[in-house]
């Protein structure tokens, strides 16, 4: 009996699709994340997008990629969007109380937070405190909430992945150093 050969072109399958969350989604980050998501599609399933005002953007990524969700912190813009896709089955919710419940309830698995400034802060909170992994390209929530950041990660089991290329760089110097040296 001759044994399976290997093909190294097929693609491997994965018995688990990633759900993620992307604040910041029309953003150069969050466009970044969303051509990973095209590269590996098998893989991830976008939950929900997150904008601040950018909704002609954010209405082409929800025709691209059909979240559940999406969210626009700019009252006017989001009521805007809702009129715009009232034919849709997609849930527009507005406001940051909106976003930060939705992600609290997501079950999601990862959110990335490439939403600008401290305005990120309260969403990274909310991301660890629902257990869920952060993946943040906002060093201004980790500076203004750093401390805080250790212990709830810690208290509720979630895992912080920097993604902002200063972040990523010192992640990498201190991963390959001696700590005595750093």
């Given amino acids: 009996m001759m044994s399976p050969q290997f093909d190294p072109k097929a693609t491997p399958k994965i018995n688990y699709v990633k759900k993620v969350i992307i604040l910041g989604s029309t953003g150069s980050i969050g466009r970044s994340t969303l051509d990973v998501i095209d590269q590996h599609r098998h893989r991830f399933d976008l939950y929900a997008i997150a904008a601040n005002s950018r909704i002609d953007i954010l209405?082409?990524?929800y025709f691209k990629y059909s979240p559940e969700y999406i969210c626009v912190l700019d009252e006017q813009k989001g009521k805007e969007l809702q009129q715009k896709l009232k034919k849709e089955s997609v849930h527009?919710?507005?406001g940051e109380t909106d976003m930060l419940a939705m992600i609290a309830e997501s079950?999601?698995?990862m959110v990335v937070n490439a939403i600008v400034?401290?305005?990120g802060l309260m969403a990274s909170l909310a991301t660890i405190k629902a257990?869920?992994?952060?993946?943040?390209?906002?060093k201004e929530s980790l500076v203004t909430g750093g401390p805080l950041f250790k212990r709830l990660l810690k208290e509720f089991g979630s895992k912080l992945f920097s993604i902002d290329s200063e972040h990523s760089a010192i992640?990498?110097?201190i991963g390959s150093t001696d700590p005595?040296?750093?």
């Fill in 131 to 138: 257990g869920i992994n952060l993946a943040l390209a906002n």
């Fill in 117 to 119: 400034g401290s305005a």
């Fill in 59 to 61: 209405e082409k990524q």
């Fill in 171 to 173: 992640w990498q110097l």
């Fill in 180 to 182: 005595a040296h750093i």
């Fill in 92 to 94: 527009i919710i507005i």
């Fill in 107 to 109: 079950k999601s698995d």
